[in-house]
């Protein structure tokens, strides 16, 4: 009996040591991102990178801005977002931040996204030109009964953490032309949903993955962006795998 007792205590000592052990070797990777990356991308691979690798994903989701500028400060080891990298430069420089070297970047592509216009179910419009959304970003159109909806007024949903889901759309959409200044503000893409949710004739922008039946998701022509990733300098070796699952075995937890 004493024996038998002993050898249970042994195992069991021996799993809680090799789980420590495990937890000790697991090498983090820091990386800042924007929606598009976080909701189509990290969200989809950390769990199972991290049960299938010995990497932890440290995600901090502040949007492709303050993902740079996290970089530039040693804060994390990647900047991820949903944009070109050079149409992130020229973000970043319009905001005022002064790059300290644009040639210490390496960046890549590591997927795309299709931005998503979505409305509050009460809407009842199903699709919209490229004119009608032009109109209803910069404010010209107020509401919804100028698209073919109801007499209600159009809440223009704006989210302070997604420059780069509302530059792209911007430049692709809008013709470059300036938004309206009459928003409800939100925060980050999943904030903006809410809104779009519960506020009557709301409208806003959303990466795909974040699309269901709790919103209207209009017929827009299509507006992509492909996803980058930026190191300063070469990427670690955390990176270097994270970049390799990604490419690898986390493919199809990725879909199309």
């Known amino acids: ?66 993902a740079l500028v996290d970089l530039d400060q040693g804060k994390v080891d990647a900047a991820s977002g949903g944009l070109t990298f050079g149409d992130w430069l020229a973000m970043m420089e319009k905001k005022g931040y002064q790059i300290p070297d644009k040639n210490a970047y390496k960046y890549r592509v590591i997927g795309k996204d299709i931005i998503q216009v979505i409305a509050h179910k009460g809407v009842a419009v199903k699709e919209l030109s490229k004119d009608q959304l032009k109109g209803i970003f910069t404010g010209k159109i107020a509401n919804w009964k100028e698209v073919g909806g109801p007499d209600q007024a159009i809440v223009v949903i ?79 070796p955390q990176v270097v795998k994270m970049l390799e699952y990604i490419r690898g075995p986390g493919k199809k937890y990725l879909g199309k």
């Open 1 to 66: 009996m004493i024996c038998k007792k002993f050898l249970v205590r042994t195992l069991v000592l021996a799993l809680l040591l090799s789980f420590q052990a495990a937890a000790v070797l697991a090498a983090e990777v820091k990386v800042g991102a924007g929606a598009a990356p976080t909701e189509n991308v990290f969200k989809k691979i950390q769990e199972p990178m991290e049960k299938e690798t010995d990497l932890k994903l440290v995600l901090i989701s502040n949007g492709p801005y303050e």
């Open 158 to 236: 704006w989210g302070t953490k997604i420059p780069g889901t509302q530059s792209v759309f911007q430049k692709q959409a809008m013709d470059g032309e300036a938004y309206t200044k009459k928003t409800q503000e939100a925060t980050n893409a999943v904030d903006v949903k809410e809104k779009v949710k519960t506020v009557p004739g709301a409208v806003g922008l959303a990466p795909t993955n974040l699309v269901d039946d709790t919103v209207a998701a209009l017929k827009i022509p299509e507006v992509g962006r492909p996803i980058t990733l930026i190191t300063k300098g070469e990427p670690n």
